[in-house]
């Protein structure tokens, strides 16, 4: 990211004001001094001058483009308006100038500035819609391994015979979990898409919402203990990744651990801030610890990565998954 800003300021340094102002001069100069070896008319100057007002204005400055049409109009009529080498009272022909001169600046720089905000925000709508359709296509897999699984048990029961309803009636229940848990993920992936939400009321309200979202009455109780509020001040970026790194973990949770409990704690002290999220479900295997494949690890260890943070995925000694996400409170604040 630092390398990207020290990009970016190369590449500007010449749109500086008074760097824009001495180029222009520097332009008006050089054309006096080629009329003048050419013998060109005024008329030929005045339009010559036009070129060096409209190549300052496209740098989108408004200011140095109206200081070099000054600048042209005291040339044109120092040097090319006769008595020539003298300025005179304001003519029409000075007053003329001075206004096409004006004109072409504040029209070139208002229409680029519209032009480049434009683009900007074309580019900050394609990133966003980026990220949210990679959102979906998670949700939707999530989506999908639930409803699959309803229709698994479901076929099944259908199959059974009928001297076997005990059977059968467990099928359906667990049919019906599956229920809970994709209904529970449908809300989840649906407040997960309000791109808004954190903008609207910050980190810590956005994961009291998600809690509440992903409690299933009667099945998982989901809690959210936050210990500190600064979470709230950091970039919306990051704030954005670390409640999709949440997300991801209650998800993760709730498919494959069947937790009946799940606890997020959100904390910071004076060198970082933390995100855990546990879980007293089936725990993960040691094999998926150790490649970091499946159930969303690469999603999560990705988004860490982004924001420069650290990704702690343990099993708890008395059953269950720990998720840890430690940001150091130095780099969340320089992104």
């Not at 720089?109 to 819609?129: H, P």
């Not at 988004?303 to 150091?328: C, E």
Request: contains cysteine.
């Amino acid at each position: 990211m630092d390398s990207q800003t020290d990009t970016a300021r190369a590449s500007c340094w010449y749109q500086h004001p008074a760097l824009l102002l001495f180029f222009g001069c520097a332009g008006l100069a050089l054309t006096t001094a080629v009329c003048f070896l050419l013998n060109v008319r005024g008329a030929m100057a005045g339009l010559l001058y036009v070129t060096v007002v409209v190549l300052v204005s496209l740098r989108r400055q408004l200011i140095p483009a109206i200081l070099v049409s000054l600048v042209a109009v005291i040339c044109l009529d120092y040097f090319f308006v006769n008595p020539t080498l003298r300025l005179g009272p304001a003519e029409s022909l000075d007053v003329a100038a001075l206004a096409a001169y004006l004109t072409t600046a504040i029209v070139i720089t208002g229409l680029l500035s519209r032009v480049q905000r434009s683009v900007d925000e074309l580019r900050r709508s394609k990133a966003r819609l980026k990220r949210t359709n990679e959102d979906l296509r998670l949700e939707l897999d999530s989506l999908a391994q639930v409803f699959t699984g309803i229709s698994l048990q479901l076929e099944m029961a259908k199959e059974l015979k009928t001297d076997r309803e005990d059977e059968a009636l467990n099928f359906l229940e667990r049919a019906s979990d599956l229920t809970q848990i994709g209904l529970g993920e449908a809300r989840r992936s649906a407040f997960s898409l309000r791109s808004d939400v954190i903008e609207d009321s910050g980190l810590t309200e956005a994961l009291r919402m998600l809690a509440e979202r992903s409690d299933i009455p009667g099945r998982l109780s989901c809690r959210f203990r936050p210990t500190t509020l600064l979470a709230d001040d950091l970039p919306l970026q990051v704030q954005q990744h670390l409640l999709r790194i949440a997300q991801q973990a209650i998800s993760n949770a709730i498919c494959h651990g069947n937790p009946t409990l799940l606890d997020v704690l959100l904390q910071s002290n004076s060198s970082e801030f933390v995100l855990q999220i546990d879980d007293n479900g089936t725990g993960i295997s040691a094999t998926q610890l150790r490649t970091g494949e499946g159930f969303g690890l690469c999603n999560m260890r990705e988004r860490v990565k982004q924001i420069g943070a650290d990704l702690d995925i343990r099993n708890a000694p008395g059953g269950g998954t720990s998720v840890i996400v430690r940001l150091p409170t130095s780099v969340a604040h320089r992104q």
